[in-house]
């Protein structure tokens, strides 16, 4: 047992005991292991649900285990070497582990990676037209989708022409979100989207990606590390650390929690005097005491 009664290793939430949200459950992740090089552990005994039509946000600095996490719902992991090797990852109930990654996309699970990784000689169009193309609902219905992520994004419109290579970061993340909404899925993954972009335009993308949670109902698991931003937009987050879950709670309690303000948020601690000092961090962690 740790000093403050709860057992060794067990993480402090921010909530109450419960699950994240009263409504359907639409990713559950059960206490997943993830090795590369089958040597290398990454993951270890990570859990999370994302409800149905929220947006859920995985914190954490670089190398914590963010982008795994989400290589290992959309089954992108064997491209890196790296596999489950514990746990079960249920979408709907469902075992997806041994799904291929269009039969994800299939199921409506569509992650944007990190990096934004547009087709650099392909027009703005003509990557979008890519993310439709498993699509079997016809030409008007994806010109219908397509007008409908100009509506979002009018940047992208108006830049339809243009070789990507020749966009902004901004408009390649725009494109990048955009072409996964041609696909319609019904839960997008979203790998660090504010990665070197301005803030307003981080806080633009950020608004877009409410937007269409509010309308369209679509629902995001989003990686990022910028915790200030993503608390604001979400409506649950989970951070890791070291691949574990060290805290989980509702954002707006995330955002009030004095750990998470000092550690994270940049916020309180004004008694240290140095950097020395914030490493008392590492043995002082409540939540992993």
Request: aromatic letters at 6%; charged letters at 25%.
């Amino acid at each position: 047992m740790s000093p403050h009664g709860r057992p060794k290793g067990e993480y402090r939430r921010a909530q109450p005991e419960g699950t994240p949200m009263s409504t359907t459950t639409l990713l559950n992740v059960n206490g997943i292991e993830v090795i590369y090089n089958h040597v290398i552990l990454v993951l270890k005994g990570v859990s999370l649900q994302v409800p149905e039509g929220k947006v859920v946000a995985l914190l954490g600095g670089n190398g914590a285990g963010k982008t795994t996490t989400l290589r290992a719902v959309s089954n992108l992991l064997a491209g890196e070497r790296g596999a489950v090797t514990k746990g079960s990852i249920e979408l709907r109930g469902e075992r997806i582990e041994a799904l291929s990654t269009s039969e994800m996309v299939d199921r409506g699970v569509i992650q944007v990676m990190e990096g934004r990784h547009c087709f650099a000689h392909l027009t703005i169009e003509e990557n979008l037209l890519t993310g439709a193309y498993t699509r079997k609902d016809g030409k008007a219905a994806v010109q219908q989708t397509l007008d409908k992520v100009y509506n979002y994004f009018p940047r992208l419109k108006t830049r339809r022409g243009s070789q990507a290579a020749y966009t902004s970061g901004g408009e390649q993340q725009m494109c990048a979100i955009g072409r996964a909404l041609m696909a319609n899925p019904k839960m997008v993954l979203l790998d660090e989207p504010s990665m070197g972009l301005a803030p307003q335009i981080v806080e633009e993308v950020f608004e877009i990606v409410k937007d269409l949670n509010t309308k369209e109902r679509v629902t995001f698991l989003l990686a990022e590390q910028n915790t200030n931003i993503a608390l604001r937009y979400a409506d649950y987050g989970y951070i890791l650390e070291n691949g574990r879950i060290v805290m989980d709670g509702v954002a707006k309690d995330l955002r009030e929690n004095e750990d998470v303000k000092e550690f994270y948020l940049g916020m309180g601690g004004g008694d240290r005097k140095s950097f020395r000092d914030a490493k008392s961090y590492k043995r002082r962690k409540r939540w992993l005491a």
